[in-house]
């Protein structure tokens, strides 16, 4: 049974068609990568599936309907808007949303950011963080309660360069770990080819989806991005777009 | 020196001043909190005037004052929250729409009442040394009602406060705790009107809180700071009040803003 799971999903955001007739399956302890050019809906369906926001046709998550299995997602979202004035520590916001299976004591939270190569981090108030380490906290908050399905959204977008290696070095880890799958919005192929088991390809429709280094070709790419784009990878050096 | 603060607690009516402060303040920090933290300072000023509108109405209707304020206010403060959702109107400018509607809906009214109405400057300036017994026990009622929701609320509002979808991912029923935080405000705000009144509440409920922002590590201390700051600023606002003759709602005002001063300097 695919642990997430679209079938013609619509959606319209104030008179405007964002998503038209999506339908796919992921299976349990995939890597997903979710790919498409800028305002292509990939955060659009992120939401949809998370039931932050409206849509037409039908989806299921976790075997229930999108916003139902609550406490099993662990979320990182897109340039995430927070007033860094808040007087929160990194242990009040692990505290703040730790669940059932996390119950709030220092040395769970001390694990949480551990994973993520945090240490000393705990008693540090939210708004004295680098760009790097509000990044590692926020990976540290999204796996704090165990989650079954992870849901990164651009997670290295507007980190400096340790922040995004911290990232990578983590999405390592998390190959190795059972019962974790994960969906990951990237803008960048590299790490496509590099982590993904499975690639969507969205731009506004889905365009292509499945694994990376088959459905990826030529004629994808430039769907995905125009056919002017140019793209090289170090490992496969023809997959170049051009007109 | 002693005899100077012991000497006002002796009076009755002081003291029940003093009382119906304190508790007024502690609800009031519970709210500002959030006031300050979810950037609602201009929410905060419109409830004032929607309150304002509702007392008008209880005057006009022949009910009780207060109780007005607090319908009328936790009606047009759930309207405001419904039309944000239901609009691409921004929250400021809906609030703008309201809090100039409501005002001028309240002012209309009074010119509706016949006579010279002085009972109405009560509600605008406060008047917390004609507090009676029946007063204070609103006061408690209040206070403890505002406890009780607050200690389901306290930890959704602040996952709403630092990240609306992070909190609705984690399970929080976002709408359905914005909305209660709204009629909270708005009935809190109705009945200090009495004590602070209008043009002051909303000091009551920015102030403390600002203050202790400065000053706050995490978020308990900031909460702890804010009741402190507020019933201190009571204490001191209405010995300073009884001592210099003067209105006691400014009074409180001016000694949280004191504090204020005092923690940017911190």
């Known amino acids: 049974m695919p642990i997430v799971s679209a079938r013609n999903l619509n959606v319209t955001l104030q008179d405007h068609h964002i998503l038209r007739d999506i339908s796919f399956d992921i299976e349990a302890e995939e890597i997903v990568c979710l790919i498409g050019p800028n305002g292509s809906g990939k955060t659009t369906l992120i939401k949809a599936l998370l039931g932050l926001i409206p849509y037409t046709g039908s989806a299921s998550v976790l075997g229930g309907p999108p916003g139902s299995p609550q406490g099993r997602i662990g979320y990182v979202p897109q340039n995430l808007d927070f007033d860094r004035s808040i007087p929160l520590t990194v242990r009040d916001l692990l505290s703040l949303f730790s669940g059932e299976r996390s119950k709030g004591q220092d040395t769970n939270y001390q694990e949480c950011l551990d994973r993520v190569g945090a240490k000393n981090l705990l008693g540090r108030r939210l708004g004295d963080l680098s760009g790097g380490e509000f990044q590692r906290v926020m990976m540290a908050l999204a796996l704090e309660n165990k989650p079954e399905l992870l849901i990164l959204d651009e997670p290295a977008a507007g980190v400096d360069v340790e922040g995004e290696t911290v990232f990578y070095e983590i999405l390592n880890e998390l190959k190795s770990e059972k019962g974790l799958t994960v969906i990951l919005v990237s803008h960048d192929l590299s790490v496509v080819y590099r982590y993904a088991t499975q690639v969507l390809c969205v731009n506004h429709a889905l365009v292509c989806h499945g694994i990376p280094q088959e459905v990826l070709t030529a004629d994808t790419l430039g769907q995905l991005y125009g056919h002017g784009a140019v793209y090289h990878h170090p490992e496969r050096p023809h997959q170049i777009i051009h007109d | ?266």
């Open chain 2, 1 to 266: 020196m002693l005899d100077l603060v012991l000497y006002p607690l002796s009076q009755p009516f002081f003291l029940r001043a003093l009382i119906t402060g304190a508790l007024l303040a502690i609800a009031a920090s519970f709210i500002g909190v959030f006031v300050v933290l979810k950037k609602m300072s201009f929410f905060g000023d419109a409830v004032g005037h929607f309150a304002f509108t509702g007392i008008a109405l209880g005057f006009l209707f022949k009910v009780d004052p207060i109780l007005a304020a607090i319908v009328f206010s936790v009606m047009v403060a759930i309207g405001v929250g419904y039309l944000e959702q239901r609009t691409t109107l921004s929250l400021d400018t809906t609030i703008g729409i309201f809090f100039s509607g409501a005002a001028a809906l309240g002012i209309f009214l009074i010119g509706l009442l016949r006579g010279y109405r002085a009972d109405l400057f009560q509600y605008l300036f406060g008047d917390i040394l004609a507090i009676t017994r029946q007063d204070v026990i609103m006061a408690a009622a209040l206070v403890i009602f505002t406890l009780i929701i607050m200690y389901f609320a306290w930890r959704p509002l602040l996952q709403i406060t630092f990240n609306r979808d992070l909190a609705q991912v984690n399970g929080v029923r976002v709408k359905a705790w914005e909305y209660a935080y709204l009629v909270l405000l708005a009935i809190v705000t109705a009945v200090s009107i009495k004590t602070v009144g209008i043009l002051l509440v909303t000091a009551l409920l920015i102030v403390p809180a600002a203050a202790a922002k400065q000053a706050a590590k995490n978020v308990q201390q900031l909460l702890t700071l804010t009741i402190a700051v507020s019933v201190l600023s009571v204490f001191f606002g209405l010995m300073g009040s009884y001592y210099w003759n003067t209105a006691s709602g400014p009074a409180i005002i001016l000694m949280s803003l004191l504090f204020f001063i005092l923690s940017l300097v911190w």
